[in-house]
Structures are given as structure tokens and as C-alpha cells.
């Protein structure tokens, strides 16, 4: 008889600006049975955002105890507050067969590759560094210097690709959440 072929833990990162949650959000609408990962994070719920939905909002006591514990995959901050992924459900949800994605930074994703070897690395490029560019900029909600963080971030992180197992590029939210979908399949 054939072993039984688990899912693997898929984590989907790529710079800031590519499209990462815009993908995810389509990938979810279509198929509501993928499960995300919610992270914990410091930082305080903006307006329409509910704990354990969008993130679980902590204080960073209960962070620092969630990091004491070994309770989190991976953890980061950004921008003056911590974020990061609670291992439990994670490892519940994969036990129990279900495709699990992970969308986190490349800090974070290291950390998880670390930890789960078998985990799938892809990375969401962006069609090209002036398109790139365009998104960053375009968003019209940064300050100047917030652009040029980002911008230096992403080349960072663009030159991170290689570290990945898969990388698809973001011509078209539709067609990366559908090929995001078939890598998820269980094989």
C-alpha cells in the first residue's frame, strides 16, 4: 500500500508592493477551503479589523511568552511592532490534511524553511522592477522616504529569489492564484 502523501506547509513572500495579499485574497475567494495562517501580531487592530480574523491582537508581554514558549513558526517586526505565525495550527491543520499557506516576509520565511525543511518556498515576483516601482509608488498612501525604504527593501529582497523552490511571477492575480493552487495540490 502507498504511504499517504501529506500536504507540505507553502509559504508565499516576494517584496513588499508585489501583490502578495491581493493574490491570496483572490486565491481564498475562489477557494475558501485553503487555510490561511492569521498571525499574531503587537501592533493595534485598524478600523474593521476583529481579532483572530485578520490577526490575533496581543500585547508584547503575551509576544514575548508566545516567543518564550517556542509557540511561533516564525516572528518578525516591521515598522515598530511584531508579527508572527502561531505553530499549533499550523501542524494541527497539516496533520489533518489540509493545504496550509503562509503569507510572511522573507525574514520569515527563512525561519520556517529552518524549521520545517519540507516546506515550499515560492516567491511572487513582480512582471518587472519598473512595475515594481510603479506599485510602490502608486499606492499614494507613503511619504517619500516610506517609498525609499521599500524600494531599497525590495531589491533586498528580490535578490533573496534564488533562497526559493518556485518562483511565479505576478502578470495577473488570477493566473498566480491558480498556479499558487495547483503547487498547493496534494501530490
Do not use: C
Not at 133 to 161: C, D, Q, W
Request: aromatic content about 6%.
Amino acid at each position: 500500500m502507498a504511504a499517504e502523501v501529506r500536504p507540505r506547509l507553502t509559504v508565499l513572500s516576494g517584496p513588499s508592493g508585489v501583490g502578495k495579499s491581493t493574490v491570496v485574497a483572490h486565491m481564498r475567494k475562489v477557494h475558501p477551503e485553503v487555510w490561511l495562517s492569521v498571525s499574531a501580531t503587537t501592533r493595534k487592530p485598524r478600523p474593521g479589523e476583529r481579532d483572530g480574523v485578520q490577526y490575533f491582537f496581543v500585547s508584547d508581554e503575551e509576544f514575548d511568552k508566545l516567543i518564550a514558549n517556542g509557540e511561533l513558526l516564525e516572528w518578525a517586526e516591521f515598522a515598530g511592532n511584531r508579527y508572527g505565525t502561531p505553530r499549533r495550527e499550523v501542524h494541527d491543520r497539516l496533520a489533518a490534511g489540509e493545504p496550509v499557506l503562509l503569507e510572511i516576509d522573507l525574514q520569515g520565511a527563512r525561519q520556517v524553511k529552518e524549521s520545517m525543511p519540507d516546506s515550499r518556498l515560492v516567491f511572487l515576483a513582480p512582471p518587472s522592477w519598473d512595475e515594481l516601482v510603479r506599485r510602490l509608488t502608486g499606492r499614494g498612501t507613503e511619504s517619500p522616504e516610506v517609498i525609499e525604504r521599500r524600494l531599497e527593501a525590495a531589491k533586498v529582497e528580490l535578490a533573496a529569489e534564488s533562497e526559493f523552490d518556485t518562483t511565479l511571477v505576478n502578470t495577473s492575480v488570477e493566473d498566480v492564484a491558480r498556479e499558487l493552487l495547483a503547487l498547493m495540490a496534494v501530490e
